[in-house]
Nanobody, 135 residues
């Protein structure tokens, strides 16, 4: 299984950026996908998640209305569109996969997203993409 993030970089405050997570070796039918970020000196934060089968998504309050998560099944890729970026969005962004049958805390519910991000216990993780917001 491999998760590979791309699209990170330096962005001006107020701008937009799209992160991609190319996934191989697992099925979107079995796994929910999450985006987790970590800013310097801060705890990991669950940003967003998506489940293909039931088309559910979840967002942290801090990004709701600004970020959009989506799946392209033809490319086995999950995207995180980030708009109206702020300085506090700076951090390393990771995509991760959680087997939907192995948790009592669904990744696509706010409690599950927060819990799995904090515990770092999702089944598979990418290496991360750095996003820096300049003022």
């Amino acid at each position: 299984v491999q998760l590979l993030e791309s699209g990170g970089g330096l962005v001006q405050a107020g701008g937009s950026r799209r992160l991609s997570c190319a996934i191989s070796g697992l099925s979107f039918d079995d796994y929910a996908i999450g985006w987790v970020r970590q800013a310097p000196g801060k705890e990991r934060e669950g940003v967003s998640s998506i489940s293909k089968n039931d088309a559910t998504t979840c967002y942290a309050d801090s990004v709701k209305g600004r970020f959009t998560v989506s799946i392209d099944n033809t490319k086995n890729t999950v995207y995180l569109q980030m708009d109206r970026l702020r300085g506090e969005d700076t951090g390393v962004y990771y995509c991760a996969a959680q087997d939907k049958t192995k948790t009592q805390y669904p990744l696509t519910q706010a409690t599950g997203l927060m819990k799995h991000a904090k515990l770092y216990d999702m089944d598979y993780w990418g290496k991360g993409a750095q996003v820096a917001i300049s003022s």
